[in-house]
């Protein structure tokens, strides 16, 4: 098991940046693909970003591409979330998830993929 805790959220003016740490504690971190996710009011959950568990590939929605940067560092069992140029659509419950993947290349971008979630941190992006 894993147990995963985002920091970082808060209220941002809309054009403004945040970065969402998750940090990891339990089964050995590098083993692990990891995963953003978001959830805004009265909406599914979304995959936002992951990456794989070496970090050289990665996912993102389409509507974060270019803004949003997924990024990894095994040493400190942290997966980042770097956002920036928020938008009010940001707005959501951010919740990071892993899995262990025997594949070190494979990256997963659905909620099924996922076994492991943290608590979640709200981003809340005001116009």
């Known amino acids: 098991q894993v147990h995963l805790v985002e920091s970082g959220g808060g209220l941002v003016q809309a054009g403004g940046s945040l970065r969402l740490p998750c940090v990891a504690s339990?089964?050995?971190?590098?083993?692990?693909?990891m995963g953003w996710f978001r959830q805004g009011p009265g909406k599914e959950r979304e995959a936002v970003a992951a990456i794989s568990r070496n970090g050289d590939h990665t996912f993102y929605m389409d509507s974060v591409k270019g803004r949003f940067t997924i990024s990894r560092d095994n040493a400190k069992n942290t997966v980042y979330l770097q956002m920036n140029s928020l938008k009010p659509e940001d707005t959501a419950v951010y919740y990071c998830?892993?899995?262990?993947?025997?594949?070190?290349?494979?990256?997963?971008?659905?909620?099924?993929?996922?076994?492991?979630w943290g608590q979640g941190a709200q981003v809340t992006v005001s116009s």
């Open positions: 998830a892993s899995k262990l993947f025997f594949d070190r290349l494979q990256v997963g971008v659905r909620a099924d993929d996922y076994d492991n």
């Open positions: 339990g089964r050995p971190f590098s083993n692990h693909g």
